[in-house]
């Protein structure tokens, strides 16, 4: 998903014809090197990787310290690292507060650093845009185990508490909620609850967990709504949580047996 946002942030995103360099550059911030230096490599010149773990403040303030430095400013911070955490035990009253933690510490304290050091730079030059991921499952309960959903629902009160400061400043700072896509994050999800079915068969149970017949949420969706935050089309946009979910958290169809007459 992030690449898919990146290549068309790198195809859309043009800098002045004044400016040093016609097209922006990407920085690629992730735990995971070898499959960020391959995506980085697929993107070309206009891509790097530096690998970030997301639960170390440090890490974070190097990542975007360097790219100030390389490149003089700023422009967009994507915070996307996320994790679903284990689906067992699933009462809450067996609730494993360490594995509560761990997953806080990825997709609430990773994403508070991340709008932290952002605006560090972004405050002073008075311009920038910060996004978020979240998930329909902050958006809904019961959709994904606890400590997930507990943390999603985070999201979007960081952004507007994060909004009510920095539109002082003219940052602008929004989240995303995607449907479910059949990412890697999403197949291993799925593939530990039901071990014995294919993948080709996951997918196509992502596919149909939509509301909207005829359509299905994709990377491309979301990179779609990301980079429409992010450019210049989105300027007046903050604090808002873009929900990419085709109705399914808009409503819930009365589902109980009419009373009958005799």
Do not use: W
Request: charged share 20%; aromatic share 6%; hydrophobic share 45%.
């Amino acid at each position: 998903m992030a690449a898919v946002l990146i290549r068309s942030v790198v195809r859309n995103f043009k800098r002045p014809a004044t400016a040093a360099s016609a097209a922006y550059s990407t920085v690629i911030a992730d735990l995971d090197a070898e499959t960020g230096i391959i995506t980085a490599k697929e993107l070309g010149s206009a891509a790097e990787f530096v690998r970030c773990d997301v639960t170390v403040e440090a890490d974070i303030a190097r990542a975007v310290e360097m790219t100030v430095e390389r490149y003089g400013k700023l422009d967009v911070m994507y915070n996307n690292a996320g994790i679903v955490g284990p689906m067992t035990p699933a009462s809450i009253s067996e609730l494993d507060m360490k594995e509560f933690e761990r997953v806080m510490r990825v997709n609430v304290f990773g994403v508070a650093s991340g709008i932290k050091h952002a605006a560090k730079f972004m405050i002073p030059a008075r311009s920038g845009c910060i996004l978020c991921t979240s998930s329909v499952a902050g958006v809904t309960g019961g959709l994904a185990p606890h400590s997930y959903t507990i943390s999603k629902f985070t999201i979007p009160g960081i952004v507007k508490s994060a909004a009510s400061e920095l539109c002082q400043h003219g940052v602008r700072i929004n989240c995303i909620s995607p449907a479910t896509v059949a990412t890697p994050l999403t197949l291993r999800y799925l593939r530990k609850v039901f071990p014995k079915v294919s993948e080709e068969k996951l997918r196509e149970t992502v596919k149909g967990m939509g509301e909207l017949k005829g359509a299905e949420c994709e990377e491309a969706d979301v990179a779609k709504a990301a980079l429409y935050l992010a450019s210049n089309d989105g300027k007046y946009v903050t604090g808002h949580n873009l929900v990419v979910d085709g109705g399914m958290t808009a409503f819930k169809i009365a589902g109980f047996p009419f009373p009958s007459e005799s």
